[in-house]
């Protein structure tokens, strides 16, 4: 009875080996949804900015959705791109997020890159029009610890505005990004960029948190002590954190 159970569950798994394959794209598409739920629920995606995963067998594509408010994504709204942000597969939709360009180039110039989030969270972009740095207040916030670049459309001309809405703009961000975690875009947003969905996630929530803190420090005229270079950043892949925020959904 036994040698039959275990003939017939290795005919049913050999061929399981493409399918495998396969479900391990469903739960990045999966997990795709969630980061987009997560980051709209923590007010990080109120309505604009978007997520993006890299594919988990072809580094050539990434996952993005049709453009929609992210808490409304489900997994039938998420399409793949090519890194020129071309749809492999429209799935019938017309409408793509203008500023997809964001993904694909970074994708490109990045390989270490394999999630990205665009978001326009007003406190961080609160430190993307003036003169103070966003710095590290507390140790989570550690990623960022070598700086923020601020990006400025104005290099691009203004004849399109601020959006990053086509290839060129999309490789100057890239540039601006260089190899940092997050780049801030003068007068308009953030672009936070890591190697996994639960990292990403975490880090935008993060950089929202902590420009809070430094924000009501400024407020109060305190002279701020910063996260200093030599301090280890605890839980700096948000794994325990992702799994809580999945479950909260
Ligand atoms: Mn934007």
Redesign the pocket.
């Known amino acids: 009875m036994r040698l039959i159970i275990l003939v017939v569950a290795s005919v049913i798994c050999f061929p399981l080996t493409g399918f495998a394959q396969g479900a391990s794209v469903a739960s990045v598409i999966e997990d795709l949804v969630a980061a987009n739920r997560i980051l709209a629920a923590e007010g990080i995606l109120p309505g ?2 978007h997520v993006s995963v890299r594919h988990p067998e072809d580094p050539s594509r990434y996952f993005l959705s049709r453009s929609l408010a992210p808490e409304l994504v489900t997994i039938d709204d998420i399409v793949e791109f090519d890194l020129d942000s071309v749809p492999i597969d429209p799935k019938g939709f017309s409408l793509f997020y203008l ?1 997809r360009f964001i993904h694909g180039e970074i994708y490109k110039a990045r390989p270490d890159v394999q999630a990205v989030v ?1 978001n ?1 969270s007003p406190k961080v972009i609160s430190f993307g029009i003036g003169s103070t740095p966003l710095r590290p207040v507390f140790h989570q916030a550690a990623f960022f610890l070598d700086g923020i670049p601020v990006w400025d459309y104005r290099d691009f001309g203004t004849a399109g505005g601020v ?1 990053v809405d086509n290839p060129e703009r999309g490789r100057g961000l890239a540039v601006g990004l260089a190899d940092r975690p997050v780049v801030l875009m003068r007068n ?2 953030v672009v936070v960029a890591a190697s996994s969905l639960p990292m990403v996630v975490g880090r935008s929530i993060t950089l929202e948190v902590n420009a809070e803190m430094q924000n009501q420090a400024l407020a109060r005229g305190d002279e701020i002590i910063y996260l200093e270079q030599d301090e280890e950043s605890l839980g700096s892949s948000f794994e325990r954190a992702w799994n809580l925020w999945k479950r909260r959904l």
């Open positions: 604009y900015g500023e665009h326009h959006l308009h947003g």
